[in-house]
Nanobody, 115 residues
Framework: QVQLVESGGGLVQPGGSLRLSCAAS????????MGWYRQAPGKQRELVAA???????NYADSVKGRFTISRDNAENTVYLQMNNLKPEDTAVYYC?????????WGQGTQVTVSS
């Protein structure tokens, strides 16, 4: 069974950057498409970005051109580089397989964009 642990969140000013990491345990990581999701207060969880095992990616319109998802299969890790952050990016960020499986939701990592 795969376990996922997110890290890298924090408080950043508008226009700043953060890099999130998702460490996956389990040798089957390489065959899964992976996604980053977020949930802002009072809103539903949404897909931010996804990457398939071959490297193809897709992004929510709201983050295109600002966020980059990548994966290191050797390290069983998925990353989300977030640049030019905006207050509306404030949320708890989670990683999961894509499409998501409820058994893999972790604690997430809080990202707060505020001056």
């Amino acid at each position: 069974q795969v376990q996922l642990v997110e890290s890298g969140g924090g408080l950043v000013q508008p226009g700043g950057s953060l890099r999130l990491s998702c460490a996956a345990s389990g040798s089957i990581f390489r065959i899964y498409a992976m996604g980053w999701y977020r949930q802002a207060p009072g809103k539903q969880r949404e897909l931010v970005a996804a990457i398939v095992s071959g490297g193809s990616t897709n992004y929510a319109d709201s983050v295109k051109g600002r966020f980059t998802i990548s994966r290191d299969n050797a390290e069983n890790t998925v990353y989300l580089q977030m640049n030019n952050l905006k207050p509306e990016d404030t949320a708890v960020y989670y990683c999961n397989v894509y499409p998501p499986n409820n058994i893999y939701w972790g604690q997430g990592t809080q990202v707060t964009v505020s001056s």
